[in-house]
């Protein structure tokens, strides 16, 4: 068999292909009915975002995301400022002395001793 | 190999502007000069007719609706439309390729002529055989040679529908052509394809 033959063979398969029957009414009314639905709309874009901003907000509520995001809170966790005193003398700088008015009242832990009951 | 031209190349154009604007009329024209030729090239490289039909209905419900992203200077509407439905076959094949059990792979048998096709090919003398060889082809020489001759197109066109420059569609349908004639001979077909009257 040589190769023209094959190529006409192809030939006459594609004419024999034509007298076979469609329905192109039928199809004609599908593609019509599906072209008037109304799209689909591509709703992922959307969910994800939406999820993409709750997933923010849950990380950035934990305290060590808080702590850099929240200047208020990150400032609660630093040591109170503390005003140090050094005064100027011919031999240099004194020693820093903490201030009275900054530094932290000693801890009092004298509790007064409880009433006991009468007759105890 | 004469290609095939819609109609006159000015009420094609006139059709796919009216279509892009939503005329129902044109999109029908469009459609019933245009289906046949998809659903016989979706036939030849998925081989059932069902499934083929789906994916020019497929094919159609996308060029219709995209209508305006249709340009007239990078190609012809057919190749625009075989473009379309030669990606969705690819889809539909892989789909289905999916669904096979592995065993059906493994056997590797002459996939079954559709009923249609046989009754087509009977009625014209033809034999299977060429049907079934060409379906054994591999998936882009298959293409190439679906295309050229099962869509009656120029080579240019193949390669512009198989994304190749028109020499490399030249040289797959050769490939192809050379490959059906091997089968062809390996089975001793030559006599039983010699012409036969078609019955009256």
Redesign the interface.
């Given at each position: 068999m040589r190769r023209r033959e094959v190529e006409s063979q192809l030939e006459q398969v594609a004419a024999a292909l034509k007298t076979m029957p469609l329905s192109s009414e039928a199809a004609w009314d599908r593609v019509r009915a599906q072209m008037k639905m109304p799209r689909q709309v591509n709703r992922w874009p959307l969910a994800l975002s939406m999820s993409l901003v709750a997933a923010t907000f849950i990380v950035a509520n934990v305290v060590p995301m808080r702590y850099h995001l929240a200047p208020t809170l990150r400032a609660a966790y630093l040591p109170a400022p503390v005003l140090v005193e050094r005064t100027p003398t011919p031999l240099g700088w004194t020693a820093p002395v903490v201030s009275g008015a900054t530094a932290a009242p000693p801890l009092r832990f004298d509790v007064a001793p409880v009433p006991r009951p009468p007759g105890s | 190999?004469r290609t095939e031209p819609a109609k006159d190349d000015a009420w094609l154009a006139e059709w796919i502007e009216r279509g892009a604007r939503g005329d129902?009329a044109a999109?029908?024209a469009l459609?019933?000069e245009f289906?046949?030729s998809v659903?016989?090239l979706s036939?030849?490289l998925l081989n059932d007719l069902a499934d083929a039909?789906e994916v020019?209905?497929d094919t159609?419900?996308y060029a219709?609706?995209n209508l305006g992203r249709y340009d007239a200077r990078r190609s012809a509407f057919r190749t625009w439309l075989f473009t379309i439905a030669l990606s969705r076959c690819r889809n539909k094949r892989r789909r289905k390729l999916l669904l096979q059990g592995p065993l059906e792979l493994l056997a590797g048998e002459m996939p079954a002529t559709p009923r249609?096709?046989e009754?087509?090919?009977e009625?014209?003398g033809?034999r299977r055989q060429?049907?079934q060889a060409?379906q054994a082809l591999s998936e882009p020489v298959r293409e190439a040679?679906v295309l050229r001759?099962?869509g009656?197109m120029r080579y240019k066109e193949v390669g512009a529908a198989l994304g190749c420059n028109p020499k490399t569609a030249e040289s797959r349908v050769r490939l192809g052509?050379?490959a059906?004639?091997r089968a062809?001979?390996e089975q001793g077909?030559?006599p039983e394809?010699q012409w036969s009257e078609a019955p009256a």
């Open positions: - | 190999m129902e999109c029908a459609f019933h289906y046949p659903v016989r036939l030849g039909e020019a209905q159609f419900v219709l609706s249609e096709v009754t087509a090919l009625r014209r033809l060429l049907w060409l040679v001759y099962l009656e052509v050379e059906l004639r062809l001979t077909a030559a394809w």
